[in-house]
T-cell receptor, first 113, second 114 residues
């Protein structure tokens, strides 16, 4: 039941855009996005709740399509600081207060000058 | 706010030895999670607590693993006896109640079992 992310890895030049997808086999209550730099802990980016929500954070935004049980993370005009591994984390619709957060397989993003 | 504090940062031990990892969550957070991260399996949830009570330990791989939370400010993850396949980075995270609360991670403990 681990959500599947795609692509597994992507290399971009500074200023280019990227999309990272997260798909689940079960109905979702919320989707979290985190970024982890090498040797560090994952850091929270944003949460999306069911209802087709979209959010933005600087030049990083995300959407959540609950019908398709999918979420996408959009990085525009990428900067060197965006490099790292991106994880989605999902919570199911039942017992949302107690539901564990299951992380996806991760997408490694490398930004080159 | 000091954030989630884990200790030790690195642990190297021999197979068969007991290992104890420690975590201090952010004050006021009522959920505490233990995750294990490896290249092969990614971030796996081992166990989580709500108000110091274990809620779901289905991710604990074997009886060799145990976790406790004796009070709101301290948790331990113990492996006894340790095996080389336990080598990984172990993260502790805490959060407020609610499905829309983010997780705050500690810096992790890198465990190497030889």
């Amino acid at each position: 039941q681990q959500p599947v992310q795609s692509p597994q890895a992507v290399i971009l030049r500074e200023g280019e855009d990227a999309v990272i997808n997260c798909s689940s086999s079960k109905a979702l209550y919320s989707v979290h996005w985190y970024r982890q730099k090498h040797g560090e802990a994952p850091v929270f980016l944003m949460i999306l709740l069911k209802g087709g929500e979209q959010k933005g954070h600087d030049k990083i935004s995300a959407s959540f399509n609950e019908k398709k049980q999918q979420s996408s993370l959009y990085l525009t005009a990428s900067q060197l600081s965006y490099s790292g591994t991106y994880f989605c984390g999902t919570r199911g619709v039942t017992n949302f207060g107690n539901e564990k957060l299951t992380f996806g397989t991760g997408t490694r993003l490398t930004i080159i000058p | 706010d000091a954030g989630v504090i884990q200790s030790p940062r690195h642990e190297v031990t021999e197979m068969g030895q007991e290992v104890t990892l420690r975590c201090k969550p952010i004050s006021g957070h009522d959920y505490l999670f233990w995750y294990r991260q490896t290249m092969m399996r990614g971030l796996e949830l081992l166990i989580y607590f709500n108000n110091n009570v274990p809620i779901d330990d289905s991710g604990m791989p074997e009886d060799r693993f145990s976790a406790k939370m004796p009070n709101a400010s301290f948790s331990t993850l113990k492996i006894q006896p340790s095996e080389p396949r336990d080598s990984a980075v172990y993260f502790c995270a805490s959060s407020w109640t609610g499905g829309n609360s983010p997780l705050h991670f500690g810096n992790g403990t890198r465990l190497t079992v030889t």
